[in-house]
């Protein structure tokens, strides 16, 4: 179906009104990006659930020790401004002792808040949390036997938004 609607326009001879099309709504997507702090330039949507994430975690004491959200990614999430890593420990170093609990209350505060926050999922320790399962946490496919510590989500808690 994809390939057969430019086709049609094509021979229709509106190749470059589609084209202009596709620059405006690529322009607009980056220009809702906000400055948010220490996250950087993400989406208003995710700008919000960053700074009640922090405000939580530095009252119960739970506050992550770096961050990345807007990077290169295979995925749209962490591209489009709409994805955070919040990292516990060292990236690359698997979370253990205090830091692995400290995530996992981060999860539990996040999972409690995904629908004030619009919160699309959470991966913590190999575990997606989102609506597929009703929230309470589903095996990540990807994480397998062999992965490495950060595609396992094993030192940072993963969190994206909806659009
Ligand atoms: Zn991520």
């Known amino acids: 179906m994809r390939t057969r609607i430019p086709a049609l326009l094509a021979s229709a001879g509106v190749t470059v009104t589609l084209f202009a099309a596709t620059a405006g709504t690529a322009q607009a997507a980056s220009a809702q990006l906000v400055g948010c702090g220490s996250a950087g330039k993400v989406t208003a949507k995710m700008c919000k659930l960053y700074k009640a994430a922090s405000s939580a975690s530095i009252k119960g004491h739970y506050h992550w020790d770096s961050q990345g959200c807007k990077h290169k990614d295979r995925l ?23 830091n692995r609990a400290d995530g996992y209350k981060m999860v539990k505060w996040l999972v409690n808040h995904h629908g004030a926050y619009s919160i699309d999922h959470i991966i913590w320790q190999g575990i997606i949390y989102s609506p ?17 510590v950060t595609v396992c989500h094993r030192d940072h808690v993963h969190v994206a938004v909806r659009k």
């Open 76 to 98: 749209p999430y962490h591209p489009e401004g709409r994805a955070c890593d919040l990292v516990y420990g060292k990236i690359g170093k698997t979370a253990t002792g205090d």
């Open 132 to 148: 597929n399962g009703n929230w309470k946490g589903h095996k990540d496919k990807t994480c397998k036997k062999g992965s490495g």
